[in-house]
């Protein structure tokens, strides 16, 4: 093999454990969102009335994702009920999305919490445009402009969550 | 003596009736229900640490585990440990069902890692049910991936390899 192939040849390797690293490192990154415009999505909530994230604008959104195998999800989301029930006049809207295989137990636990704010259906695919949800809990607060401003993920100290979202609520 | 009888049939017949309303209910509306098993329980020598994992990954032959996650789908779909395999939810029957009929054809000495990484350790439902169930199917090589805080911050953002797809 004269000098040149040699050279091609370690080029191709060299290429190939590039794109062999990419594919491994591509896309499945948790990607921090804070600061940025919260991705656009559409749903059908599970009383069949669109979520329009877009549509949203001009109110304060706390965008939970949960499912109903997180125990911390639980104790999490009667506080985001009461939270609707004190801050929505103010413009908090609380909106959930499970990332449960089976529709059928989120629709129980909506109704077994009460839940007094939209809940739909997630996939990997939204999953994907949030960052990869890669663990749950995971909240995030969306300003009145529709920029992400916080994100919590694990179990959250809720105090901070609610200073935070009073903050938001108080901004123009 | 008739009143006596009358009583000791409700003594028997009234917490009976109870029980099975309350296991109808649960059935269909999953209250009150007891908790699944927490990963908490799983012995400390039958733990994994991540970096361990990888290098695991990396060897050729017979000390590759076979890597299966025990959680949810849609968050193996997201990302998933480079070759692990979805076998079902542990904290659900039909789940660990999955995972029976995986294991099945398996030599019980066949080296096993369990992960699921869907929730902070002590609160995950899942990989305790599961390893249970493959300790008492007779597999005695059989570890399970710590994951303190979720898959997200202690595999795919520390650079291990992830592969998508269901």
Redesign the interface.
């Known amino acids: 093999m004269n000098k040149d192939a040699k050279a091609l040849s370690a080029h191709r390797q060299v290429l190939a454990a590039l794109l062999l690293a990419t594919c491994?490192?591509a896309?499945?990154?948790?990607i921090s969102l804070v600061g940025k415009k919260a991705p656009e999505f559409t749903r059908r909530d599970f009383s069949g009335t669109r979520i329009n994230l877009a549509g949203l604008r001009g109110k304060v959104v706390l965008l939970d994702f949960w499912?109903?195998?997180?125990?911390?999800c639980q104790v999490e989301m009667p506080t985001f009920v009461q939270w609707q029930r004190d801050y929505g006049p103010r413009g908090l809207q609380v909106i959930g999305i499970s990332?449960?295989?089976d529709p059928a137990?989120a629709r129980?636990?909506k109704?077994?919490l009460r839940l007094n704010y939209p809940v739909a259906m997630?996939?990997?695919k939204l999953?994907?445009l949030y960052g990869?949800?890669?663990?749950?809990?995971l909240t995030y607060l969306i300003d009145r402009n529709g920029i992400i401003r916080a994100k919590f993920?694990?179990?959250t100290d809720l105090k901070t969550m609610e200073q935070q979202l009073k903050a938001l609520l108080a901004e123009p | 003596m008739r009143f006596n009888l009358v009583r000791v049939a409700a003594i028997i017949a009234i917490p009976a009736i109870l029980f099975a309303a309350r296991t109808r209910i649960h059935a269909q509306f999953g209250w009150g229900a007891p908790p699944p098993e927490s990963a908490s329980s799983i012995p400390t020598a039958q733990l994994l640490q991540p970096e361990e994992l990888s290098r695991l990954l990396q060897a050729k032959g017979a000390s590759k585990p076979l890597v299966l996650q025990v959680g949810s789908r849609m968050l193996f779909a997201q990302a998933h440990i480079a070759g692990a395999e979805y076998a079902g939810a542990g904290s659900q029957p039909e789940g660990l069902k999955q995972l029976q009929d995986r294991v099945a054809p398996l030599p019980r000495k066949t080296f096993i890692v369990l992960y699921c990484g869907c929730c902070p350790w002590s609160r995950c439902p899942n990989v305790a049910p599961a390893f249970k169930l493959l300790h008492n199917l007779g597999f005695a090589n059989v570890k399970v991936l710590y994951l303190a805080n979720n898959l997200g911050t202690d595999w795919v953002d520390k650079g291990y390899p992830v592969e998508q797809g269901r």
């Open positions: 491994f490192a896309g499945a990154q948790t499912a109903t195998w997180c125990a911390s990332m449960d295989d137990l129980r636990m109704a077994k997630g996939d990997e999953g994907e990869g949800v890669l663990g749950l809990p993920q694990g179990e």
